[in-house]
């Protein structure tokens, strides 16, 4: 079955350490994508990447970092600058043609104390 | 940039209609869709309108007026598992830079 894989579900981290969140998916899609998500709050664009090897920042991608060396794979790297990391972050990914469908992960809950 | 505004509460009751309003203000865009979320899940893709008028998938409808910078979300025949929150997205004209709405949480009472 196709589709988009986020791991791990829970997260847990020590402030001042960097975590790296694993995103990957069969869909043979172009474009993926980092969204963060607060409580009771809407998507932010954190990072997208339209072809391999070339990503974009989003919205808020400060004190965070991608890498997009496979179609199938995007990882994100909360770093230590991130000043407010704990949040609920998905991934998504499209055809990047038209029509704007996004795929998206079932996410990872990262909570750092 | 952008920025797109939704109510943040809907209700309504099993069987009734509701509609969900979206406005956004950008300089340009290339269309506006609709996503639908519940508590603790990803997202999941509704509809997506391109061009003024209305689009029909079942029992949801997503209208799209460009001169006035507003579409909205409609769902008929309410059931108990609509309620969930549902967000409204545009994608910048130039690139894949998507911006979502605050979302309106939709609670269908019975």
């Known amino acids: 079955d196709g589709g988009i894989t986020q791991s791990p579900k829970y997260l847990f981290r020590k402030e001042g350490q960097n975590v790296t969140l694993s995103c990957e998916q069969n869909l043979n899609h172009d474009a993926m994508y980092w969204y963060r998500q607060d409580p009771g709050q809407g998507l932010r664009l954190i990072y997208y990447s339209q072809i391999v090897n070339d990503f974009q920042k989003g919205d808020i991608a400060e004190g965070y970092s991608v890498s997009r060396e496979k179609k199938e794979s995007f990882p994100l790297t909360v770093t230590s600058a991130q000043k407010n990391p704990t949040a609920f972050y998905l991934c998504?990914?499209?055809?990047?043609?038209?029509?704007?469908?996004?795929?998206f992960g079932p996410g990872t809950r990262l909570t750092v104390t | 940039g952008q920025s797109l505004e939704q109510p943040s509460e809907v209700t309504a009751v099993e069987g009734a209609i509701v509609q969900i309003n979206c406005t956004y203000q950008?300089?340009?865009?290339?269309?506006l869709s609709w996503y639908q979320q519940h508590d603790g899940g990803a997202p999941t893709f509704l509809s997506y309108?391109?061009?003024?008028g209305l689009e029909e998938t079942g029992r949801f409808s997503s209208f799209l007026s460009r001169s006035d910078s507003y579409g909205y979300l409609l769902l008929q025949e309410l059931q108990m598992k609509d309620s969930a929150s549902y967000f409204c997205a545009v994608r910048e004209s130039y690139g894949q830079n998507f911006v979502f709405g605050p979302g309106t949480r939709l609670s269908v009472l019975p």
């Open positions: 950008t300089s340009g865009f290339y269309g």
């Open positions: 309108n391109a061009l003024d």
């Open positions: 998504a990914s499209s055809t990047g043609t038209g029509g704007d469908e996004q795929y």
